[in-house]
Protein backbone atom coordinates (compact mmCIF):
# COMPACT_ATOMS: atom_id res chain seq x y z
CA UNK A 1 0.00 0.00 0.00
CA UNK A 2 1.46 3.47 -0.87
CA UNK A 3 0.55 6.45 0.72
CA UNK A 4 0.51 10.08 -0.79
CA UNK A 5 0.22 13.50 1.01
CA UNK A 6 -3.14 15.08 0.28
CA UNK A 7 -2.56 17.95 2.23
CA UNK A 8 -0.48 19.62 4.93
CA UNK A 9 -1.15 21.74 7.89
CA UNK A 10 0.02 23.99 10.57
CA UNK A 11 -2.55 22.93 13.26
CA UNK A 12 -3.10 18.55 14.13
CA UNK A 13 -7.18 19.82 14.57
CA UNK A 14 -7.85 20.44 11.27
CA UNK A 15 -5.47 17.78 9.93
CA UNK A 16 -8.21 15.20 12.17
CA UNK A 17 -11.27 17.00 11.05
CA UNK A 18 -10.66 16.10 7.34
CA UNK A 19 -9.61 12.67 8.11
CA UNK A 20 -12.90 12.67 9.72
CA UNK A 21 -14.49 12.91 6.46
CA UNK A 22 -12.35 11.63 4.60
CA UNK A 23 -12.77 8.08 6.14
CA UNK A 24 -16.71 8.85 6.59
CA UNK A 25 -16.40 8.89 2.92
CA UNK A 26 -14.71 5.45 3.31
CA UNK A 27 -11.42 6.65 2.55
CA UNK A 28 -8.33 5.35 4.80
CA UNK A 29 -6.59 8.67 5.80
CA UNK A 30 -3.38 8.99 8.52
CA UNK A 31 -2.11 12.01 10.09
CA UNK A 32 1.92 12.18 10.21
CA UNK A 33 4.22 14.56 12.06
CA UNK A 34 1.33 15.90 14.41
CA UNK A 35 3.07 15.11 18.05
CA UNK A 36 6.17 16.59 16.83
CA UNK A 37 5.39 20.09 15.51
CA UNK A 38 2.56 19.78 18.40
CA UNK A 39 4.98 19.69 20.75
CA UNK A 40 7.11 22.49 19.28
CA UNK A 41 5.58 24.56 16.23
CA UNK A 42 8.95 25.42 15.16
CA UNK A 43 9.64 22.06 13.80
CA UNK A 44 6.70 22.67 11.51
CA UNK A 45 9.56 23.89 8.32
CA UNK A 46 11.67 21.07 9.21
CA UNK A 47 9.22 18.64 9.47
CA UNK A 48 7.37 19.95 6.61
CA UNK A 49 3.88 20.44 8.71
CA UNK A 50 1.67 17.85 9.88
CA UNK A 51 0.75 15.68 6.59
CA UNK A 52 -2.59 13.59 5.77
CA UNK A 53 -1.89 10.90 3.81
CA UNK A 54 -4.05 8.79 1.55
CA UNK A 55 -3.91 5.32 -0.51
CA UNK A 56 -2.91 6.36 -4.05
CA UNK A 57 -6.11 4.26 -5.39
CA UNK A 58 -8.01 7.28 -3.37
CA UNK A 59 -6.38 9.92 -4.64
CA UNK A 60 -9.14 10.97 -7.13
CA UNK A 61 -11.81 10.13 -5.20
CA UNK A 62 -10.42 12.48 -2.55
CA UNK A 63 -9.34 15.35 -4.30
CA UNK A 64 -13.01 15.38 -5.23
CA UNK A 65 -14.07 15.79 -1.73
CA UNK A 66 -11.60 18.64 -1.53
CA UNK A 67 -12.83 20.75 -3.95
CA UNK A 68 -16.53 19.96 -2.99
CA UNK A 69 -14.95 21.61 0.98
CA UNK A 70 -13.32 24.52 -1.26
CA UNK A 71 -16.62 24.99 -3.11
CA UNK A 72 -18.45 25.06 -0.25
CA UNK A 73 -19.38 28.66 1.23
CA UNK A 74 -18.71 29.78 5.11
CA UNK A 75 -21.44 30.75 7.66
CA UNK A 76 -22.07 32.54 10.62
CA UNK A 77 -24.43 31.29 13.58
CA UNK A 78 -27.02 32.27 12.07
CA UNK A 79 -26.49 30.22 8.64
CA UNK A 80 -25.76 33.61 7.01
CA UNK A 81 -23.33 33.46 4.13
CA UNK A 82 -20.19 35.18 5.51
CA UNK A 83 -18.67 38.08 2.87
CA UNK A 84 -16.20 40.37 2.65
CA UNK A 85 -17.84 43.88 4.51
CA UNK A 86 -15.70 45.99 1.47
CA UNK A 87 -16.66 44.59 -1.51
CA UNK A 88 -19.41 41.84 -0.54
CA UNK A 89 -16.97 39.23 -2.07
CA UNK A 90 -17.57 35.25 -0.69
CA UNK A 91 -14.16 34.47 -1.65
CA UNK A 92 -11.75 34.32 0.55
CA UNK A 93 -9.30 32.87 2.45
CA UNK A 94 -9.91 30.79 6.25
CA UNK A 95 -7.62 31.16 8.95
CA UNK A 96 -5.27 33.62 7.67
CA UNK A 97 -2.92 34.57 10.21
CA UNK A 98 -2.54 38.65 10.46
CA UNK A 99 -0.09 40.74 12.05
CA UNK A 100 -1.48 43.81 11.25
CA UNK A 101 -1.51 46.90 13.88
CA UNK A 102 0.57 47.84 16.56
CA UNK A 103 0.54 44.59 18.16
CA UNK A 104 1.59 42.67 15.28
CA UNK A 105 4.08 45.15 14.81
CA UNK A 106 5.61 44.90 18.03
CA UNK A 107 5.34 41.03 17.87
CA UNK A 108 7.60 41.31 15.18
CA UNK A 109 10.21 43.46 16.40
CA UNK A 110 10.42 41.34 19.30
CA UNK A 111 10.56 38.48 17.55
CA UNK A 112 13.45 39.20 15.11
CA UNK A 113 14.96 40.94 18.39
CA UNK A 114 15.34 38.22 20.62
CA UNK A 115 15.32 34.97 17.72
CA UNK A 116 12.12 33.75 19.03
CA UNK A 117 8.68 32.49 17.35
CA UNK A 118 6.41 35.44 16.87
CA UNK A 119 3.89 35.65 19.91
CA UNK A 120 0.97 37.14 18.49
CA UNK A 121 -1.11 37.06 15.46
CA UNK A 122 -4.94 36.93 14.39
CA UNK A 123 -6.41 34.63 12.85
CA UNK A 124 -8.89 36.37 10.00
CA UNK A 125 -10.60 36.06 6.58
CA UNK A 126 -8.91 37.47 4.31
CA UNK A 127 -10.43 38.92 0.73
CA UNK A 128 -9.06 37.71 -2.19
CA UNK A 129 -10.40 40.68 -4.94
CA UNK A 130 -9.83 43.71 -2.41
CA UNK A 131 -7.67 41.96 0.52
CA UNK A 132 -9.70 43.35 2.92
CA UNK A 133 -8.85 41.65 6.59
CA UNK A 134 -12.01 40.71 8.46
CA UNK A 135 -13.71 38.60 11.27
CA UNK A 136 -17.20 36.73 10.77
CA UNK A 137 -18.64 38.80 13.56
Not at 40 to 61: C, M, S, V, W, Y
Amino acid sequence: MELITLKVFDSSVEAHILRSKLESEDIDAFVFDEHSISMNPLFTQALGGIRLKIRKEDHEKALSILKEIDETNYTNDLNEVIVCPKCGSNEYYSNFKSMKGGKGLLSILSAFIFWVYPIYYKTVYKCKKCNEEFTAE
